[in-house]
Structures are given as structure tokens and as C-alpha cells.
């Protein structure tokens, strides 16, 4: 929850590939999801509490704060460090956390995830988290078909990149070109890469 008393949700990507053993990636940028109206525990109103774009477009202050009610992961490290005045170190925790829980889902899932063991498969994961005011992130829910819809100039040059890594690290391994393997660079897809973070061997 922020100054204006709004709450915020982050999403974040994660990809698994597939073929003999079991990888996760993580994306090392994503979004934040705000509300337009201010947190009140006494109202029952679905806006005050729920992010979610199919709740929020229906508000009559949609867009009002931010553009899509969406935040960049910059633009929430800038406001943790100038307005709530958290450490800059803080998002190191905060990144760590989102990663361990992320592993903790995809492990205490793994034998659904591909119960007929087909190799050179892949699937994309979008993780929602919470950050309380002690820095803690919780898991919200794992979503199997995370939506890929663009609502303001973030999510124009973020989901564009994510989806380029991701045939990088897949299609791009099978069937080869020369910037095969660039997904997990520093400096791949503009900055924004994926990072293997656990693999089954």
C-alpha cells in the first residue's frame, strides 16, 4: 500500500523449459498493478482491493494516477527509495524473495507440470506477488496463461522483450540462429533478460 493508500500488485514472468531437465527461468522485469481508489478495510468495494485490469477498467478514475494503472518495476524501486525511504539495497531482498517463492511453487508442482514427459516443451508463468510494509512479498497466485495485453509504454517494450527471450532460450536452441542463447546476456533484449534460476539437475 502507498501513500495514497492504493494497493499495489507486481507481476512477474516465469518460464520453464522442458527437455530433459527441468529449467526455470526468471524475467528480470515485469509490472506493478494499482488501484485508482484509496485502501480502506471498512469499504467491501471491489476496486478499493482488487488490481485486476477487469476490475479497474470499469472505475470511472481508471488511468487517473498512472497510465493503465500500470508502474514499472523502476518506477516502484524509485518510490521505495525517495518516498518510503527503504534502503537501496532493498530490492535485492525483495527480488530474492519473489525468486525463492517462485521456485518453492514451480518444485511443489513439478510432476503436474509435464505429467507425459514431453521434451522441448516450454511454458509461460505470470507470478503475483504483494509487498507489505515490513518488505515481505507474497505469493498471490500463479497464473498458466499470464494475459500479454498492453496498456501503457512499459508493458509496450516489456512484453515485446520477454516474448523475443523466451524464443531465444526455446525455438531459437533447436533450430538455431545466431543470437541464440543473447536472452541471457546483460544486455540482451534491451536490458531485460532472462535468468535461469533452478534446474532439476
Known sequence: VDSKNAPWVLQKYLEDARGGAFHVHFFNDGYVRTTSSKYSTSSLDRAVH????????????YGKFEDGNKLSIEELKSYLINQAKWPVSIWDSIEYQMKALMIDAVRAAQTKLNPRNIDNCFELFGFDFMLDASSRVWLIEVNTDPSLE????HQGQLIPAMVDGIMRLTLDQIFGTPSAGAATGSTGCGGRRWERIWSST
Open 50 to 61: 482488487i488490481t485486476n485490469d477487469n476490475v479497474q477498467r470499469l472505475g470511472e478514475d
Open 150 to 153: 498492453v496498456h501503457n509504454f
